[in-house]
């Protein structure tokens, strides 16, 4: 009989993309274990938040468990921004020992012999002072020269001015290189108090930020390889293919299909994930209220309780709220035009249904997502600071009035349709894991 082989995720479960995506790989893990007829337990740990995801995990099967470890509300929103604003996770050093501390407790309990994890570094970092295998999930490469050149796809929404926006296209592209670079100078990647805080636990990768946190023997994209095409992502990148959640199981509910049905006005799904911001998704309610559609709103309770979002909306029939969970691929291949706010997930789930895009990215690497669908004609990406009433309903009657939109859309969908991701996910990490074997019965 095979060896059973440990898989440990930890995942920040107060982030619903991050959640989904360590459930996506855990499953693309299980896929390839079958195929190749071996054992594998996975299971996942997460700090105590009070908005958390961690019902998804034991949903799908997964054994889910808290670190003992309690983030406060505070300090959940700092994270949550921290590429928003270009900040640390957390500036407090004794708070990023502990959460250090946290994770190589539970490695030391658990003696995995994999560890996964996206983007929380505490982790990284953990697993190089235990020295156990690891993969990281990242929404772009973690590569030093492909950030300072191909992070940005454009000028960060918070810094556009008029000027910028008259820039000749090759002025321009210099700028958005320029301004790539001094990025990885930012407290995000630099987090100078985790750095601290980790070389005192005895910490020595000699990258001493961001990069060399997340410097493990696998850091996988989970993205279309096209995106990347002539661009030099690093050595420990791999571009895997898309994974993002499809609950095949979970039926559209039915005043959904109901508020759907028929011919006519074109129909408008509205999403805007864990990180999206109140005041935009009022915007966009207040928006599809006033084109001739029918929209569906969903209304995450920790961005917008039902209430205050019918409370705004008034008394109107062509737009249906809800605080539900839907599937969002059934959702979205019910509708002509997706507004939502960039995060991979929900970008990769309105590729994958062929639906043009409306969006506006609340962090970095969300607009470069948009603008990548943008590049590729199925979206239109308007800055946040122009996410207004008017101009988001003009750009979603220009959306449905125009089919090269649609057209582009579906170019992207069957380019998705012939990537498995979960295969070349759960291929290079299986061979990564009989790689390591190999080494330590060498060693032996």
């Known amino acids: 009989m095979q060896e059973l082989v440990k898989v440990t995720v930890v995942v920040p479960t107060f982030n619903a993309g991050d959640t989904t995506r360590g459930i996506e790989t855990a499953r693309a893990i299980q896929r390839v274990a079958d195929q190749r007829g071996r054992r594998v337990e996975i299971s996942f740990f997460h700090p105590e938040t009070r908005q958390s995801f961690a019902k998804q995990i034991t949903e799908a099967g997964y054994d889910a468990r808290s670190t003992g470890l309690t983030l406060s509300q505070e300090e959940v929103d700092t994270i949550m ?36 994890f996206g983007f929380i570094p505490h982790a990284g970092i953990a697993a190089q002072l235990m020295g156990i295998p690891s993969v990281v999930y990242t929404p772009f490469p973690m590569h030093r020269p492909w950030v300072e050149q191909y992070f940005l796809q454009d000028v960060p929404d918070d810094m556009k001015l008029r000027i910028v926006d008259r820039l000749p296209g090759r002025l321009r592209k210099r700028m958005i290189r320029r301004l790539s670079s001094l990025v990885t100078r930012s407290g995000f990647f630099r987090q100078p108090g985790l750095v601290r805080a980790a070389r005192e636990r005895g910490w020595e990768n000699q990258q001493a930020d961001m990069f060399g946190m997340l410097d493990v023997d696998i850091q996988l994209v989970n993205d279309l390889l096209s995106y990347y095409a002539g661009q030099e992502v690093g050595p420990r990148t791999r571009i895997a293919g898309p994974l993002f959640s499809k609950p095949a199981d979970v039926p559209v509910p039915p005043e959904i299909v109901h508020h759907f049905a028929g011919e006519g006005a074109p129909k408008v799904f509205v999403s805007m994930g864990s990180s999206g911001e109140k005041k935009y998704l009022l915007t966009a309610i207040e928006a599809v209220a006033g084109v001739n559609c029918r929209a569906v709103v969903v209304c995450p309770p920790h961005v917008v309780s039902l209430d205050e979002a019918r409370l705004h909306l008034g008394e109107v029939d062509n737009v249906l709220l809800t605080d539900r969970f839907v599937p969002a691929p059934a959702v979205n291949s ?22 043009p895009v409306l969006g506006t990215g609340m962090q970095w690497e969300q607009c470069s997502n948009l603008d990548r ?16 009433m008017n101009r988001v309903r003009e750009a979603l009657e220009r959306l449905i009035a125009d089919p090269v939109h649609a057209v582009a859309a579906r170019e992207l969908q069957e380019e998705l349709a ?8 759960g291929d290079l990490i299986w061979d990564l894991l009989s790689e390591a074997s190999r080494g330590n019965e060498s060693d032996m």
């Not at 669908?373 to 207004?388: D, E």
């Open 81 to 116: 921004r921290a590429d928003h604003d270009g900040t640390e996770f957390l500036t407090d050093q004794q708070r990023s020992g502990e959460v250090i501390d946290a994770i190589v407790e539970e490695l030391q309990r658990n003696r995995p012999d994999l560890v996964v």
């Open 334 to 355: 019910l509708a002509d035009v997706a507004i939502i706010h960039g995060g991979q997930g929900t970008v990769q789930t309105a590729v994958y249904a062929g639906t």
């Open 373 to 388: 669908l943008v590049q590729r004609g199925s979206a239109v990406r308007i800055p946040r600071k122009h996410w207004q």
């Open 418 to 425: 012939s990537t498995d991701g979960y295969q070349m996910t």
